[in-house]
Each structure stands twice: as structure tokens, then as C-alpha cells.
């Protein structure tokens, strides 16, 4: 069953970005959509590859992590499929990295029973520990040495920047590419830059068998936090290639938010997925999407050949906000039902 019959009143993206002030602020909901549970709006999905993304979730383990940790667990233990993969999309330890961090904090934080599946780790700019940020010499070292040092670990870090073609080279639905946009002083340096730049443009010029190509990085372009808002270095760097090429979705974390974002210009639908853990951002009431800054939560992306249909999914399970895209580029709200807590608060 095509996942658009499963959501009730769909509207179109042009009209989704006329009534988006509407919906972010929690007045606007599909009726008549089912029941609460996100996993049992997941299940009815059918065939296809199930991811789930979060970000910025490396607290020490405070209440808002464990929730998040747990109800990722439940939604993909209702799934009734494996999960091809999580998307961790940055910031994944904030302060210092001490001796079994990553073991408690990872390996028992997220059930290796429930979320038996690689996690793609991004780099945050929390991951650097430099002085601006938590004061940990050789922080991110740690990172990627615990990736080469344990490969059967579902900690996945081969580089700041790499591209996996999921769920297998052979045969992938996605091509996902992996970039570090830490642009500040003390993050990439010059020469990282330049070598990051040839590599997404590579990778970009090259042949895929995969109908959907993602961007995944630590920092959105666009944001409607109050403090950050759009990020205009990136946008010089890598706008351009969101205009030109043929990309589905642009994940990123960061900004302390649940966020879908439609701009005009740009091919992409663009997912802030911050909300794991850490102090959740003040936000402004938008025109371009969805945006949510009162509870924490992850994404779920179900997959197939020809449709992307991403949910929002807070802690307690609740979808917060879901929309398809089609292959032409068509994207379609399809929200089950908005809990009085969701909208933007400026």
C-alpha cells in the first residue's frame, strides 16, 4: 500500500509552505488520522528500508537521553523489520571523553537487541574539544580510533567525511554523503577544506545505482532558531550543489530543535533532527516548514524505490509531523495529529 494512503488529508508542498506558520504553531491537524502511537502509524508502512536519525544526544546520560534511547528501542522493536541504520547526526559527547564513556554512553545507551544496526556518526562541534569547546585535546581522535579499533562495533566513523550506499553497495536505495561542516576557527583547517571540497564534488559527478541521495552533516543551512538561524557559510559552500544535483533529503543536528524545512530555490527537504538529549534552542514562528522546540525526539525515514516518507517522533512516542517525497520532488504533509506541546516558541 503506497504510504500516502496511509495519512489522511494530504496537502500539497506548495500549500504545505503556505500554511506552515499554521501547522508549526500546533492549530493545524489531519483529522480522523488513528491512533497516537508513532510505532503503530510506522508498522503499516510495508515494505521498504527503516532508518532513524538524532542528534545532538551525547549529555552524560541525563533523563532526556535515556527517554529518547528507550523510545527509539520501542519504535524499532514495532517496526517488525530491521533497521537498515541510524543517522547520529553530531555532538555526540559533550565534555570530556573519560574511560568507558563511549561504552556506557553508546553501546548500553542505544540496545544493541533493538538498534542492531550501524549508526553513521557525524562530527559536532562539541566532537572537536577544542578550547572553544569543551577543553578535551584529542577528543575526536578518541571518536574515530574507537570506530577503526573496534569494527564490530555499530559505531561507524571512518573519516570526517565518507559516503555509504545503503543498504548495500550492490544494490542501494540510498546514497548517503557524510560531510563535516565545522567551518569555524579550530574546526577544519585550510587544507581539510580544500579536501573536503574535491571529495563531495567527486562524489557528487559520480554514478549511482541508488534513486535517492542524501547530505548529512552536523550543521542545517537553514534554521529558525532564535540565536543561529541560517548559516550563510555553509549556504555559500554547499548551496550551490543543493540547487544543482539531485538531493532528496539534507540532515543536520545542532540546532536543538525538530525541524522540516521547505526553501524556496533549493532541491532538498532540509531536517534538523537536534532534539536528543541536550537543552532544547528558543525558536520563531516560520513560513518554510515545520519546527518544534518543546519536546525531545528523533526522525524514522522508511524507503522505498519511488517514495521517502519521514516522521517526527517525540519521546513518548507521539508523531509530532510527517511528510513524503516522491521522486519528482513532491512533497506532501501528512501529519497524523499535532499534541497541543508541538509549535515554535519565539
Excluded at 159 to 185: A, C, F, Q
Excluded at 204 to 221: G, I, S
Aim: neutral net charge; proline residues 5%.
Amino acid at each position: 500500500m503506497p504510504a500516502s494512503n496511509l495519512f489522511n488529508s494530504p496537502i500539497t508542498r506548495r500549500e504545505a509552505i503556505r500554511r506552515a506558520v499554521v501547522f508549526s504553531s500546533g492549530a493545524w491537524a489531519a483529522a480522523q488520522f488513528g491512533a497516537l502511537q508513532a510505532k503503530e502509524a510506522a508498522a503499516s508502512l510495508g515494505d521498504g528500508m527503516h532508518l532513524l536519525a538524532l542528534g545532538d544526544y551525547g549529555t552524560n546520560g541525563n533523563d532526556a537521553q535515556t527517554s529518547v534511547a528507550k523510545q527509539m528501542a520501542k519504535f524499532a522493536d514495532g517496526l517488525g523489520q530491521p533497521l537498515a541504520a541510524v543517522l547520529a547526526l553530531g555532538d555526540n559527547f559533550y565534555s570530556t571523553i573519560k574511560p568507558g564513556r563511549i561504552e556506557r554512553q553508546f553501546e548500553e545507551m542505544y540496545s544493541k537487541d533493538s538498534l542492531d544496526c550501524p549508526f553513521y556518526v557525524c562530527v559536532g562541534n562539541h566532537d572537536y574539544g577544542t578550547a572553544k569547546y569543551d577543553f578535551q585535546e584529542g577528543k575526536l581522535a578518541l571518536q574515530l580510533d574507537y570506530a577503526k579499533n573496534n569494527p564490530t562495533s555499530r559505531w561507524k566513523l571512518p573519516s570526517k567525511w565518507y559516503t555509504v550506499e545503503l543498504p548495500n553497495p550492490e544494490n542501494p536505495l540510498v546514497r548517503m554523503i557524510v560531510l563535516d561542516g565545522s567551518y569555524w576557527e579550530g574546526g577544519l583547517t585550510p587544507q581539510e577544506k580544500i579536501e573536503q571540497r574535491r571529495f563531495f564534488k567527486a562524489e557528487l559527478a559520480k554514478e549511482t545505482k541508488a534513486p535517492w541521495t542524501w547530505m548529512v552533516n552536523h550543521y542545517p543551512l537553514f534554521s529558525e532558531t532564535v540565536d543561529r538561524g541560517d548559516n550563510k557559510r555553509l549556504i555559500e559552500e554547499w548551496g550551490p550543489a543543493l540547487k544543482e544535483h539531485d538531493i532528496s533529503l539534507a540532515f543536520a543536528g545542532h540546532d536543538h530543535t525538530l525541524q522540516h524545512l521547505q526553501v524556496e530555490g533549493y532541491k532538498p527537504s532540509f531536517i534538523v533532527s537536534g532534539a536528543g538529549g541536550a537543552r532544547l534552542y528558543d525558536c520563531r514562528t516560520t513560513d518554510r516548514g515545520f519546527v518544534n522546540n518543546q519536546v525531545f525526539g528523533f526522525n524514522h525515514v522508511h524507503v522505498t524505490p519511488e517514495l521517502l516518507t519521514v516522521q517526527f517522533i517525540d519521546a513518548k512516542g507521539n508523531q509530532l509531523h510527517a511528510f513524503t517525497r516522491d521522486r519528482n520532488g513532491k512533497v506532501e504533509v501528512v501529519t497524523k495529529q499535532e499534541p497541543a506541546t508541538a509549535g515554535a516558541a519565539g
